[in-house]
């Protein structure tokens, strides 16, 4: 063979050796890649309903432990209705992208946010019985709240899911507040 062809061929080897080079890696990383990109695709849309669920349930606490500090007790009692409304609405989403421990926590926050708004609406509490000890509901819509928190974080890969600071601030106006006789509006 002489030079003039063993040139060109040379050429058209080290040509393959290179395409083979750069596509085995990528080849190899694409499964990866994206088994990544599903994982990841539902994290900005389950950030997103978890920050409306527990904003939601927040401002349902709010409005309950201070219908007593309204003049108009009927108009919120209704915006309390409005946000329950709205909290299931946000936990049928929540169905849809979270896991089974988001939503089982999600469940326990409607469940103790329909406790917080009997008691707003001057009823006894329908889940005393069931949680001796662990009473007034707005105590335990904050214990569960930390739940669902870790079970957001756990399922976004957020790291050290469990550590979340409480606000003592926030939960002991609610225990103080929901202690309280709720006024009748005539």
């Given at each position: 063979?002489s030079?003039?062809?063993?040139?060109?061929i040379v050429?058209?080897?080290?040509?393959?050796?290179?395409?083979?080079?750069?596509?085995?890696?990528?080849?190899?990383l694409?499964?990866?890649?994206q088994?990544?990109?599903l994982?990841t695709?539902?994290?900005?849309p389950?950030?997103?309903?978890?920050?409306?669920?527990?904003g939601t349930s927040?401002q349902l606490?709010?409005?309950?432990?201070?219908?007593d500090?309204t003049?108009d007790?009927a108009a919120?009692l209704?915006?309390i209705e409005?946000?329950?409304?709205e909290?299931r609405a946000?936990?049928?989403?929540?169905r849809l992208?979270?896991?089974?421990?988001?939503q089982e926590?999600?469940?326990l926050?409607?469940?103790?946010?329909?406790a917080v708004?009997?008691v707003?609406e001057?009823k006894?509490?329908?889940?005393?019985?069931?949680?001796?000890g662990?009473?007034?509901?707005t105590?335990r819509?904050a214990?569960?709240?930390?739940a669902f928190?870790?079970?957001?974080?756990n399922?976004?890969?957020?790291?050290d899911p469990?550590i979340?600071l409480?606000?003592p601030s926030?939960?002991q106006?609610?225990i103080?507040?929901a202690?309280q006789?709720?006024?009748?509006?005539?």
């Amino acid at each position: 063979m002489s030079t003039s062809t063993a040139s060109p061929i040379v050429a058209v080897g080290l040509l393959i050796a290179g395409a083979a080079i750069g596509f085995i890696p990528t080849y190899l990383l694409e499964p990866s890649k994206q088994r990544h990109a599903l994982r990841t695709r539902w994290d900005v849309p389950l950030f997103e309903l978890c920050k409306q669920f527990t904003g939601t349930s927040r401002q349902l606490v709010h409005l309950a432990t201070r219908v007593d500090e309204t003049d108009d007790n009927a108009a919120q009692l209704s915006l309390i209705e409005e946000k329950h409304r709205e909290l299931r609405a946000l936990f049928e989403q929540l169905r849809l992208i979270g896991g089974k421990q988001l939503q089982e926590s999600a469940r326990l926050i409607i469940h103790h946010c329909y406790a917080v708004r009997a008691v707003a609406e001057g009823k006894p509490d329908p889940r005393a019985t069931d949680y001796p000890g662990m009473t007034p509901p707005t105590a335990r819509v904050a214990d569960v709240t930390q739940a669902f928190y870790t079970a957001a974080r756990n399922q976004l890969g957020v790291r050290d899911p469990d550590i979340i600071l409480q606000d003592p601030s926030l939960d002991q106006h609610a225990i103080s507040a929901a202690q309280q006789p709720v006024r009748q509006s005539h």
